[in-house]
């Protein structure tokens, strides 16, 4: 394997043709300098350089040999940069989990923004996946971070989560609905029509605290048909198949058909939670969470 630094000491003396002026930079004595360049040309198999008492020239083969001695010392340079910045946790690689109800809201997609601009080199990944999902997925470290509207088990003590507050949830209904017509409605007034949900067993955060919200007001939930997504569930409002509770932030999806109308009761919130590896959390990992935090309490200010 050939010696990095003796490339380094060729490319000085390449770009001097002057054994003593290349020493200077090289902060080297002449002769050691010309002693690494013999050992250098002995290990090639041929002569780089035609020395005479008045001038250095590169011989035929060094200048073919020159750009090829560059390339490799510009990669080691840029090499040991990214490890650098490797180590100082400013590029590399971001798993980032979310629940499908989360990825409309401008908290979300500002702090993607953010911390895009503020680490360019970090290759962010965008997972969705249901909140129950999520808890997997961090213990085995298949995503980093996951954003999430349910509480992780006890059990699951590896998962430290954070909590950004509560989003109003809204009815979405369809236009031609009695209730449309209206300002705000109530939950009483909702629990009369088929409500649309994720599937059960899915492990959606925001089925649990719709059920939670119904159960605490003490009112029957009819369920309507169900969508693995925020988008299908409201289609399903559009196509007069029920009602739907879901976060403010969907009404950014405008859908013909759909009117979103505020909830009066009390408790009408789904929890936004960030999820980590309580003892495997990156740098990367919690240079996005300090972008969440700032624009949370921007919100809040």
């Not at 990095?4 to 002449?30: C, D, I, M, N, W």
């Not at 298949?142 to 509560?166: F, N, W």
């Not at 509770?245 to 789904?270: F, H, I």
Request: with cysteine.
């Amino acid at each position: 394997m050939l010696d990095l630094r003796r490339l380094r000491y060729f490319l000085t003396v390449a770009e001097e043709l002057h054994f003593g002026r290349a020493a200077l930079r090289l902060h080297l004595a002449q002769p050691p300098l010309t002693r690494q360049i013999s050992a250098l040309e002995s290990e090639l198999g041929f002569r780089l350089f035609d020395r005479t008492s008045r001038s250095v020239t590169l011989t035929a083969q060094g200048q073919h040999f020159l750009p090829y001695a560059r390339a490799v010392l510009e990669q080691m340079e840029l090499a040991e940069a990214m490890a650098a910045k490797l180590a100082a946790g400013s590029a590399g690689q971001l798993a980032l989990g979310y629940a499908s109800s989360i990825a409309l809201s401008e908290l979300f997609s500002e702090a993607i923004q953010a911390f895009a601009q503020r680490f360019p080199e970090v290759q962010l990944t965008l997972v969705e996946g249901a909140s129950a999902s999520q808890w997997a997925q961090i213990v085995d470290g298949r995503i980093d971070i996951g954003l999430s509207r349910m509480q992780p088990p006890d059990e699951l003590a590896e998962i430290h989560t954070l909590s950004l507050g509560d989003e109003p949830l809204v009815a979405a209904l369809a236009s031609d609905s009695p209730l449309a017509a209206q300002a705000e409605v109530t939950l009483a007034e909702l629990s009369e029509s088929p409500l649309i949900l994720f599937p059960a067993g899915y492990g959606s955060g925001l089925n649990e605290a719709i059920e939670q919200l119904y159960r605490r007001n003490d009112l029957p939930l009819r369920p309507g048909p169900s969508g693995r997504q925020i988008t299908s569930i409201i289609a399903l409002v559009a196509a007069g198949q029920g009602i739907a509770l879901v976060p403010s932030c969907t009404r950014t999806l405008a859908k013909k058909g759909v009117s979103y109308r505020p909830v009066v009761d009390l408790g009408a919130t789904a929890p936004l939670l960030v999820l980590t590896h309580s003892q495997k959390r990156s740098p990367l990992a919690q240079a996005f969470i300090g972008v969440l935090e700032n624009l949370h309490q921007a919100r809040q200010a």
